[in-house]
């Protein structure tokens, strides 16, 4: 309903968004730098953040700019079974048929891989998130799945992207061999202070207006509330449009935020 109130074109803060309309954070930037380097090195990547920090979003926006003819991205998501359900779901996301025992779809995975890198000379990337949720056997057979020629060469990019619970689970003693392995560590934080501002404007501008929405002391409100957590920002923003709207009013006030925000718990 306020989309015609204030000139909108699009809800400003869904979920439906392009890669390239993603807004340029400071951690974003950082991450593209440190994926590229991982990417180049072909070992073992580990992202994390905080559930809504927008850390698979800056990921799929890093991605998004691989070339195709060059890179073969493999995604998995909510990896929660066992190792045979993880390679069947990489195997699936592969395009290969996928096998009956835990030895066949292993060889399978590592010749598909070998035929990307050697025949068509491709990069291939496998990317698994919510990796938190993965089980201490599935971690170790994703290490050795990017073992090639007795360590000789890498030929399988590893990234796994998980809550913070997965930087501390992978600094026990259990997962040193793992550990070894990992070329880039980065903990994805949400928006700051100075960004919050920038980032209603972008997103504002994506909808359609240059108009500076939401008042000063609104912008406060909104990053007390939610520590800068993108996904946070955007439902509290939303709710606070709307409570702006019903008020009449051009503008987004801090008494309009705290008004929204019940509705967003």
Same mark, same amino acid.
């Given at each position: 309903?306020?989309?015609?109130?204030?000139?909108?074109n699009?809800?400003?803060?869904?979920?439906?968004?392009?890669?390239?309309?993603?807004?340029?954070?400071?951690?974003?930037?950082?991450l593209?730098?440190?994926?590229?380097?991982?990417?180049?090195?072909r070992?073992?990547g580990?992202?994390?953040?905080?559930?809504?920090?927008?850390?698979?979003?800056?990921?799929?926006?890093?991605?998004?700019?691989?070339?195709?003819?060059?890179h073969?991205?493999?995604?998995?998501?909510?990896?929660?079974?066992?190792?045979?359900?993880?390679?069947?779901?990489?195997?699936?996301?592969? /395009? =290969?048929?996928?096998?009956?025992?835990? %030895?066949? @779809?292993?060889?399978?995975? !590592?010749?598909?891989?070998?035929? &990307?890198?050697?025949?068509?000379?491709?990069?291939?990337?496998?990317?698994?998130d919510?990796a938190?949720?993965l089980?201490?056997?599935?971690?170790?057979d994703?290490?050795?799945?990017?073992?090639y020629q007795m360590d000789?060469?890498?030929?399988?990019?590893l990234?796994?992207?998980?809550?913070?619970e997965l930087?501390?689970?992978?600094?026990m003693a259990?997962y040193?061999?793992?550990?070894?392995?990992?070329?880039i560590?980065?903990?994805?934080? /949400? =928006?700051?202070?100075?960004?919050?501002? %920038?980032? @209603?404007?972008?997103?504002? !501008?994506?909808?359609?207006?240059? &108009?500076?929405?939401?008042?000063?002391?609104?912008?406060?409100?909104?990053?007390?509330?939610?520590?800068?957590?993108p996904?946070?920002?955007?439902?509290?923003?939303?709710?606070?449009?709307?409570a702006a709207?019903?008020?009449?009013s051009?503008?987004?006030t801090?008494?309009?935020?705290?008004?929204?925000?019940?509705?967003?718990?």
């Open positions: 309903m306020y989309r015609k109130h204030f000139g909108l699009r809800h400003p803060f869904g979920k439906e968004i392009e890669p390239e309309e993603l807004f340029p954070s400071s951690g974003s930037q950082e593209a730098v440190r994926l590229g380097h991982l990417i180049e090195m070992g073992i580990l992202v994390t953040g905080d559930s809504g920090s927008g850390k698979t979003s800056a990921c799929r926006k890093v991605v998004s700019t691989l070339h195709t003819g060059l073969r991205v493999v995604y998995v998501a909510h990896s929660t079974g066992n190792v045979m359900d993880v390679y069947k779901s990489i195997a699936w996301e592969m /395009g =290969l048929s996928v096998e009956r025992s835990r %030895a066949a @779809l292993y060889r399978q995975i !590592r010749t598909e891989v070998s035929r &990307l890198c050697i025949e068509a000379r491709c990069r291939p990337l496998l990317i698994i919510e938190h949720h089980r201490p056997d599935v971690l170790e994703l290490r050795l799945l990017t073992n000789a060469e890498n030929r399988l990019c990234l796994l992207i998980g809550q913070p930087r501390r689970r992978l600094g259990v040193e061999a793992i550990c070894q392995r990992i070329v560590r980065y903990h994805f934080g /949400g =928006l700051t202070r100075d960004e919050l501002s %920038a980032y @209603l404007l972008h997103r504002l !501008r994506l909808a359609g207006t240059e &108009l500076p929405v939401f008042e000063p002391a609104a912008q406060e409100a909104i990053f007390q509330a939610t520590g800068g957590l996904r946070k920002v955007n439902l509290l923003a939303h709710h606070a449009l709307m709207a019903l008020a009449r051009k503008t987004v801090a008494e309009h935020v705290q008004a929204a925000l019940p509705e967003v718990g």
